[in-house]
């Protein structure tokens, strides 16, 4: 179902999230939605964890350097090669990787 709405919204606007008007949503809307998922769960979300978990996510399927900094604001992909360059020394992923690309 969320895909759905990810791709429904893609189409329509530069914004991802839409409030049930149509309009991108505030940052108290976001904030005052986010304390009360924190308050509900009874555990602590950080926004920045959602994002690293995602740029993460992106780089261990394969996903471009260049293109995902670009996807997350980013001029360049020296900050995600700065910041998420373990990924890329991660053995499992240089195995995966070398193999999909006809290495040994």
């Known amino acids: 179902e969320a895909k759905k709405i990810v791709e429904r919204n893609i189409g329509n ?3 991802l999230f839409l409030n049930t008007k149509g309009k991108p949503w505030t940052a108290n809307a976001i904030c005052s939605t986010w304390g009360r998922i924190e308050r509900k769960t009874g555990k602590r979300f950080c926004s920045y964890a959602l994002r690293h978990s995602y740029i993460t996510h992106q780089l ?3 996903a471009n350097t260049v293109t995902l900094a670009h996807l997350v604001g980013h001029e360049d992909a020296s900050m995600i ?3 998420y360059g373990h990924v890329e ?3 499992e992923y240089m195995r995966k990787h070398a193999s999909r690309n006809g290495g040994s």
């Open 81 to 83: 090669s700065k910041v």
């Open 60 to 62: 261990k399927t394969g």
């Open 13 to 15: 606007s530069p914004t």
């Open 89 to 91: 020394l991660d053995p």
